[in-house]
């Protein structure tokens, strides 16, 4: 059995995409799936399948709850990597964040540019956008066109919640 982290998009945001975690993580119990938890309703689940689950993951929570989620998974491996190679960790975790993408980043350099503030600074390694933003996130204007910045669908995550889905995975 090998360990993955899903990264669900857009759920329980607005009254949207209402995915209930704790009713999530009992339904993939009761499908098989083993040390199975869940981080915050933003949609962090940990679990160890003999495969890559994101396909019956997502057409459990459409059968269910109505709607197919976007779904970004990385195995433990990858998932560790991928938080390792982070360049801002000396930086508080609430300032730093990694947008998951499901295929390797070629930036749009002419949208980046047109939105990145100069407080804030980035790297790309692989199919992450490592972003520091010391003002916080809430008013950037390269997070809420950061999809077209990157040329692909994504989903972000603060070092914070980075750091505690690290250490759901090492206990699972």
Do not use: W
């Amino acid at each position: 059995m090998k360990k993955f982290i899903l990264l669900f998009k857009g759920v329980n945001v607005g009254g949207n995409n209402l995915l209930p975690m704790k009713e999530l993580v009992e339904l993939l119990k009761q499908c098989d799936y083993q040390s199975v938890s869940s981080y915050i309703q933003s949609g962090n689940i940990v679990l160890k399948s003999p495969n890559n689950p994101t396909e019956h993951i997502q057409n459990i929570v459409s059968k269910n709850f109505g709607f197919t989620p976007e779904v970004f998974t990385l195995d433990e491996v990858a998932f560790s990597s991928l938080a390792l190679d982070n360049p801002y960790n000396e930086f508080e975790g609430k300032f730093v964040h990694l947008y998951f993408c499901k295929n390797d980043i070629k930036l749009v350099h002419d949208k980046l540019s047109k939105y990145i503030a100069t407080s804030e600074a980035y790297t790309v390694k692989r199919n992450v956008f490592y972003l520091h933003a010391p003002q916080g996130i809430g008013r950037s204007k390269l997070v809420s066109n950061i999809a077209s910045c990157l040329g692909q669908a994504t989903t972000g995550r603060n070092l914070n919640t980075v750091n505690k889905i690290s250490s759901m995975v090492k206990n699972a």
